[in-house]
């Protein structure tokens, strides 16, 4: 039997014993943790996120206005820091490269900001790149982008439709979705892509169809896939050429070629192109009723200028469809190039981009059907 002396100094020896074992461990377990910790960020995705403005950096005079507010007046990092959910998914940095509302977006805002994506597109510590920006030309960025930037790797645009200060705002979400694809390897060789309300658009493709609802980016050809709680699922890929099959390089233009459009509607002048011809343009896209469709007190100020070597691209105001070559005018004859399925505004892109080489009608019309 274990006298209480006998009992005390067995306890006291034991407990001496568990000390020995456990207290090394701990002193270990500072030195450890950092090194742990770094190991587990270095494993994570490196995503740097562009912010140009916008909607979604945007602030309204009370939580109400949804359709009523101020663009561009939330920095990068108060719009990261508002959403610590970031960290899950990626290492996110931020970089301001512009503070505006995107109507107000010019030709030298776009080589800069496409200059800056290529940079970082090479560096082997970036995996993906978020661009947040307004949603007014939002689509016709990534389209730039989509044309000019030579990488694989993810390059996802984002903006909102609701300032985060209103009630149902949809740009912290968007946003999140935003990296949570740019940080996915699935993402890769898919060009520039639009994630929106939870889809994951092309952003050639994309286009902004409602200006007061939140689901209002949309595509005639469909979504690319969708986000769901962090989870990318993805049901097709596009087919036209883009990103490192590009023939163009954001690296080797300066300045992109001035061209302009006009609209077609019923009672139209001729006055408008040949005002517009003036001002030295290369190309002139005439936004046009149905198939691309040109009045016929309009088709001798075109042939005009094409006969001055202004570049006439016919493309059509309609949202849907795509413009047939020689339906509603003799393309061929005219030495006209028709716009394939692009919006006017994505057809000015193009042929701004194209534009900066010396092309031939032929030449053009062949970058319109496989961009």
Known sequence: MFSPLNLKRLLAGAAFAIWAIVAPAQQLAPAAQPAAQAAVVAAKPQVVVLATGGTIAG??????????????????????????ELANVANVRGEQVFQIA?????NAQLLT?????????KQPDVDGIVITHGTDTLEETAYFLNLVVRTNKPIVVVGSMRPGTALSADGALNLLSAVTVAANKQSAGKGVLVTMSDEIQSGRDVTKGVNIKTQAFRSQWGPLGMVVEGNSYWFRAPVKRHTAQSEFNIDEIDALAPVE??????????ATVDAVGRTGVKALIHAGTGNGSVADRVVPALQDLRGQGVQIIRSSRVADGFVLR?????????????AHDLNPQKARILAAVALTRAQTSKELQRIFWEY
């Not at 200059?115 to 970082?120: E, F, Y």
């Open 59 to 84: 602030a309204g005079a009370t939580a109400a206005n949804s359709a009523s507010y101020a663009a561009a007046k939330v920095p990068v990092d108060k719009l990261l820091a508002g959403l610590p």
């Open 102 to 106: 995107s109507e107000s977006f010019t």
């Open 113 to 121: 900001l496409g200059k800056r994506v290529s940079a970082l597109a």
């Open 261 to 270: 459009i006009v609209y077609g509607y019923g009672n139209v002048p001729r």
């Open 326 to 338: 020689n339906a509603e005018q003799p393309d061929d004859k005219y030495d006209w190039v028709v």
